[in-house]
């Protein structure tokens, strides 16, 4: 049955039988207006300020278990980002909490680095980085998806940390158990009440208002901060989040067990599932479910129905003979159609989460993701940073570890602890109390959650059920948190889709002045873009495709006429 979406004050987006006209056009009226959002309390307006000076702010700030290691001047045009100049900055270094590991005998310290603005909007942006952290980037902010913009140059104090260790020691960081935790959440913990200190010493006064993003580890952080430092931060941006990042790692490592049975080349997982073959699915569900929005565009905004609508055993042809890329084999029918319900133990058990099927299966990051990675990055991660005991460093072999290893093995040990890791790998990494955010919802603070329907290694699906658990836990969660997802966005980027969008301004809109985001627009990176083109966009669409990104469980759908390239030509229903 069809419906249509209620928003009232302090129930936004609710789903409402179609027999209830008025409340629909009151809804609507409301939207265009954008929105006041809720009941719940209101965080006030940031306020300017100016940069008192830089180069003295080395041995001006002061702060517990911190050397400041040092504060320059960066001229205006130094840096690009999106290729555009970055104002004028001070650039302050250092390294908090400087030891020796009695475990390891290496050298660790969180290190960071804070770009301050000389004209500053009241605001503090911790960075969250992706990956194993390891490396302080360039402070700067990401706006959200693709290279749009940044916190940087909208006048926020922007920090980048490496998380507690240095990036040449791999994933060997995790034999440190202090160096764990600072990775799975304790930097966070521990840079935010320096940074703000930070600011105050340099403006004269403390930020008004602080948020927080990431995408991949960095929307774990992300979606870990507004857990465990929703007392600290006012709005948070989790991207592509790995939550549940060990589970989504094993699954991973049981997926490429699975293509390697498949493979026809020995060690090339690539060819259990190859790019023709990848091709012809993401046909298959472009056929089946394009339009279901109401669009023959080439993308599939109706993610759920089309999941309900697509069966890879009935919509994909089965080869009689030889596998020639018009086909599936009965055999990878079975354990592909088995990996995308989600990866499972010897016993049945689900590891992870389910994966949508999507019009992004055929992309070089896909592949990527689900036939190197497992050994590249995922081994390693398990065996040291996440398992208890860890796996021994001398002769380690990742593929072995990978392709051979028993996943339920893994599984266990990264939910194990001992006297010298006194923490799960699990419990680390993940935001305790999963699906429930009541420090944050009470004191007005915000979160939007963006997930690309094709990323490979954590599933759109893996935010889905989240975010329907916080809504069971928290009722109407569309006033205080909102999941958008990305059709046929990879991970972070990519994909057949508008990967560029700027999730920070109306976050400060929503957690300031009470304007909740009822759509975002999303902008494809075609030729000429200047952040960089989009190598995966197909040739048919327009370069500057614009399309709604919409508050889950809402989608965007053709209006029925008007420009099918603009945004403006869809609602959010």
């Known amino acids: 049955m069809d419906t249509k979406i209620r928003q009232t004050p302090g129930r936004a987006l609710r789903a409402t039988p179609p027999a209830a006209p008025a409340a629909a056009l009151a809804a609507l009226l409301l939207a265009a207006c954008g929105g006041s959002d809720d009941g719940l309390a209101r965080l006030g307006e940031a306020r300017p300020a100016s940069l008192l000076s830089c180069t003295d702010l080395a041995a001006r700030i002061s702060f517990p278990d911190t050397r400041i290691t040092a504060a320059e001047d960066v001229a205006a045009g130094a840096i690009t980002v999106a290729g555009k100049p970055v104002a004028g900055h001070c650039r302050v270094t250092g390294r908090m909490l400087e030891r020796v590991s009695p475990v390891d005998g290496q050298s660790y310290a969180i290190g960071f680095e804070m770009r301050l603005p000389r004209d500053w909007n009241g605001r503090f942006f911790y960075q969250a980085n992706g990956g194993?952290?390891?490396?302080?980037?360039?402070?700067?902010?990401?706006?959200?998806?693709?290279?749009?913009?940044?916190?940087?140059?909208?006048?926020?104090?922007?920090?980048?940390?490496?998380?507690?260790?240095?990036?040449?020691?791999?994933?060997?960081?995790?034999?440190d158990p202090q160096a764990r935790l600072d990775y799975?959440?304790?930097?966070v913990g521990k840079l935010t009440p320096m940074a703000r200190s930070a600011i105050r010493t340099a403006y004269g006064k403390a930020p008004d208002r602080s948020y927080l993003g990431g995408c991949s580890n960095g929307g774990r952080h992300a979606m870990v901060a507004a857990s465990r430092h929703a007392d600290q931060y006012d709005g948070i941006i989790a991207g592509n989040p790995g939550t549940r990042l060990p589970l989504a790692a094993i699954a991973n490592?049981?997926?490429?067990?699975?293509?390697?049975?498949?493979?026809?080349?020995?060690?090339?997982?690539?060819?259990?599932?190859?790019q023709a073959e990848r091709r012809l699915v993401s046909q298959?569900?472009?056929?089946?479910?394009?339009?279901?929005?109401?669009?023959?565009?080439?993308?599939?905004?109706a993610n759920a129905a089309c999941q309900a609508r697509f069966d890879l055993a009935?919509?994909?042809?089965?080869?009689?003979?030889?596998?020639?890329?018009?086909?599936?084999?009965?055999?990878?029918?079975?354990?592909?159609?088995?990996?995308?319900?989600?990866?499972?133990?010897s016993d049945g058990r689900r590891i992870y989460s389910s994966f949508p099927y999507d019009a992004g299966l055929d992309t070089a990051g896909w592949a990527g993701w689900k036939f190197s990675n497992p050994m590249s990055r995922d081994a390693g991660a398990v065996a040291f940073i996440w398992q208890t005991p860890p796996e021994s460093a001398a002769g380690f072999d990742d593929a072995q570890f990978a392709l051979?290893?028993?996943?339920?093995?893994?599984?266990?040990?990264?939910?194990?602890?001992?006297?010298?890791?006194?923490?799960?790998?699990l419990s680390l990494m993940m935001p305790p109390d999963y699906g429930k955010l009541p420090v944050l919802r009470n004191r007005g603070a915000k979160l939007m959650v963006y997930h690309g329907t094709a990323d490979p290694i954590f599933s759109s699906d893996d935010s889905v059920q989240w975010y329907e658990q916080l809504r069971r836990t928290h009722g109407d969660a569309a006033d205080f948190a909102r999941l958008y997802l990305v059709p046929g966005m990879n991970h972070c980027s990519g994909g057949p889709a508008t990967d560029q969008f700027d999730m920070l301004t109306p976050l400060v809109a929503w957690v300031e002045k009470g304007q909740a985001p009822d759509r975002v627009v999303a902008s494809a990176r075609g030729a000429g873009n200047a952040g960089g083109a989009n190598a995966d966009l197909p040739a048919t669409w327009s370069p500057t495709r614009t399309r709604p990104l919409c508050p889950h469980p809402l989608a965007a759908h053709y209006n029925g006429s008007g420009d099918m390239e603009s945004a403006a030509s869809f609602t959010c229903r």
């Open 132 to 175: 194993l952290d390891g490396v302080v980037g360039t402070a700067v902010g990401a706006l959200g998806g693709g290279p749009l913009g940044h916190a940087l140059q909208q006048g926020f104090a922007v920090l980048s940390s490496d998380a507690g260790h240095a990036g040449s020691l791999g994933p060997l960081f995790g034999l």
């Open 314 to 345: 009935r919509d994909v042809p089965t080869c009689a003979g030889a596998r020639d890329g018009s086909c599936l084999s009965a055999e990878q029918k079975t354990t592909i159609t088995g990996l995308f319900k989600g990866a499972t133990t």
């Open 184 to 187: 799975g959440y304790q930097a």
């Open 284 to 301: 298959a569900v472009l056929d089946k479910c394009d339009v279901l929005d109401g669009a023959t565009d080439g993308m599939v905004q």
């Open 404 to 425: 051979n290893g028993s996943v339920d093995s893994m599984l266990a040990k990264v939910q194990a602890t001992s006297s010298r890791f006194t923490e799960s790998g």
């Open 253 to 274: 490592i049981a997926g490429a067990q699975g293509y390697a049975r498949l493979a026809t080349t020995a060690g090339d997982l690539g060819t259990g599932f190859t």
